[in-house]
């Protein structure tokens, strides 16, 4: 498969390389409950092999290493498979893991048991094309789960302009009702569909593009009392709060839908 770069890939690895050391710090990628949540989404049985897609830093593939599974990861930016490898090598766990393109998986078709991403989505002009690649690497009956923000649809435009501020290579996060879709239009069917909000405090992000103009836009949709960005943001002593509206969305692949290689 062709897996040439495009600008805009240019553009996250740019990004996640600057950004790779502080983000695999950043303690709410590692939140309890939320990886608690992905861990039952994956449903996982000792020994499944399972590939984390976008793996970032490693914290969802060293977690399912660390509860039995063998894992492999793959990630466009070389300088976020260093810091996933020294994940690993902390906690003690093997994982595999790849310099790859999530739209080019350097993978035979029916692979895995499981195909997990977290937070990629929204980075991607073709999210479709890496689902389709996931659901390719799946074996029939596995699972292919995506967790990612997903904004009301009435905020998804003020979602993603607050987004591109905190990160240029942010393209447009999917509402719920626009991931569901993509899932049946890979022909899988849903079988956990999970809500939930992820408390965050802005002046934690990391390293935001435009620091005062998304520090402005968040004052004036506390000040307007519509949460027209949909992260329920508000202001106390410790600065601006606001939450991420996170979906988890696991289907299943049909036993009959062996690829075909």
């Known amino acids: 498969m062709s897996a040439s770069r495009t600008?805009?890939?240019?553009?996250?690895?740019?990004?996640?390389?600057?950004?790779?050391k502080p983000f695999a710090e950043l303690a709410i990628h590692a939140e309890a409950e939320s990886m608690a949540q992905t861990l039952a989404a994956c449903a996982l049985t000792r020994g499944m092999k399972v590939l984390d897609v976008a793996c970032g830093p490693g914290i969802v593939a060293c977690e399912l290493a660390r509860v039995g599974a063998q894992v492999t990861g793959i990630d466009l930016t070389p300088a976020m498979i260093e810091q996933a490898r020294l994940r690993a090598d902390n906690m003690g766990v093997t994982v595999a893991y790849h310099v790859g393109n999530a739209l080019h998986?350097?993978?035979?078709?029916?692979?895995?048991?499981?195909?997990?991403?977290?937070?990629?989505?929204?980075?991607?002009?073709?999210?479709e094309k890496a689902l389709a690649e996931m659901v390719r690497v799946c074996r029939p009956g596995g699972r292919i789960i995506v967790i990612d923000a997903t904004p009301a649809p009435e905020c998804q435009e003020g979602y993603d302009r607050a987004e591109t501020l905190r990160d240029p290579s942010h393209t447009s996060a999917l509402t719920l009702p626009q991931l569901l879709s993509l899932g049946e239009g890979a022909g899988l069917s849903p079988v956990v569909m999970h809500q939930y909000r992820l408390a965050s405090h802005l002046q934690d992000q990391v390293a935001p593009e435009d620091w005062n103009a998304l520090k402005a836009l968040f004052a004036e949709d506390i000040a307007g009392g519509q949460d027209r960005l949909g992260m329920g943001a508000w202001e106390d002593a410790d600065g601006i709060?606001?939450?991420f509206p996170i979906s988890i969305v696991a289907w299943s692949k049909n036993v009959h839908d062996k690829t075909l290689t």
């Open 241 to 243: 709060h606001f939450y």
């Open 7 to 20: 600008p805009h890939d240019a553009q996250i690895v740019a990004q996640f390389t600057r950004w790779a």
């Open 105 to 127: 998986l350097p993978f035979q078709a029916d692979s895995f048991d499981r195909v997990v991403t977290r937070y990629s989505f929204h980075h991607m002009q073709e999210p």
